[in-house]
């Protein structure tokens, strides 16, 4: 079992965290409803960011690495100035709580998913809700950008797996076969590919074109709660309901099973943009930074 390089800590449950795209930063969203930004080298809390009413469930950096954007429980995204430590904006819109979110490679666009049934894809630019994505008849579990941020894939308690072109808010497809909540999803970062991850313990990947069915992985312990792709796109990992990875080559073939990572669920998988680090971030109230070799040689 490796070791992690640092442990970090919130007093509530982590949802969300997120490497700044020149690596020097940490953010991480809690239950506690607030954003603390860690220095990745040392693991040392540089500030706390206070605002949202209620937990934080997504987080993702814009390219300065310096403002950062954040979903919450309480409804609303705000976008903060993390050398500032200051709110700059709130953006709202959901009429419940926001479960899902995801971020454009570049920074220029978000989508919130939420338990009023609906997608909202919102432009960082003007600050405004460029899409509202209408057809899932229950929460939105998972949401993923495509990696040219066309397309959006999201994951519904319903039992459903959509795909939405970004652009227009239309529906291109449904991916049928999970019998149970859809819990998570991702793209390959080629974009051929979708995987998703369901209560009914399975994890599946999809032709992206097609929307046939590729693989399926069934899993006898849990579930997943959250899917990425290591930089690189040889290694998936899965984050479980009991703590531990499942880590995959890009086919779905299992390789690996590491137990106890956590003492509760992961929340969410973060790696940094070289690849060298993996931030799992957990009910337990920790998130624990990883060295990746060391998981790579599992």
């Not at 399975?202 to 069934?218: I, P």
């Not at 849990?222 to 890009?250: I, S, W």
Request: proline share 3%.
């Amino acid at each position: 079992m490796p070791r992690p390089l640092h442990v970090l800590r919130h007093p509530n449950a982590v949802y969300t965290s997120a490497f700044s795209p020149d690596g020097k930063w940490l953010a991480t969203g809690s239950l506690d409803n607030t954003i603390k930004v860690w220095e990745v080298s040392s693991g040392r809390e540089r500030l706390t960011l206070r605002g949202h009413r209620d937990g934080v469930c997504g987080v993702a950096w814009l390219p300065d690495s310096v403002r950062l954007v954040s979903a919450s429980l309480d409804k609303t995204l705000k976008i903060w100035d993390t050398k500032e430590a200051s709110e700059l904006t709130s953006l709202a819109g959901h009429q419940h709580y926001i479960e899902s979110f995801a971020a454009t490679a570049d920074g220029s666009l978000v989508a919130s998913g939420s338990h009023d049934k609906e997608i909202r894809i919102w432009s960082l630019a003007t600050e405004t809700t460029l899409q509202t994505l209408a057809g899932h008849t229950a929460a939105i579990f998972g949401l993923a950008f495509s990696p040219k941020g066309d397309r959006l894939a999201s994951a519904g308690n319903d039992d459903s797996l959509r795909l939405w072109d970004v652009s227009t808010g239309q529906q291109l497809g449904l991916f049928a076969g999970h019998e149970g909540a859809v819990q998570c999803v991702t793209f390959s970062p080629d974009g051929a590919t979708v995987v998703s991850g369901g209560s009914d313990g399975t994890v599946r990947l999809w032709d992206a074109a097609s929307f046939a069915l590729k693989k399926t992985v069934g899993e006898q312990r849990g579930y997943a709660k959250h899917l990425a792709f290591a930089p690189g796109g040889k290694r998936l990992f899965a984050a479980m309901l009991d703590g531990g990875l499942r880590v995959y080559d890009p086919q779905g073939e299992r390789l690996a099973v590491v137990d106890a990572m956590h003492q509760n669920t992961i929340y969410q998988l973060a790696f940094s943009a070289d690849g060298r680090y993996l931030a799992t971030a957990s009910f337990d109230r920790t998130i624990k930074l990883w060295d990746t070799r060391d998981l790579m040689n599992i």
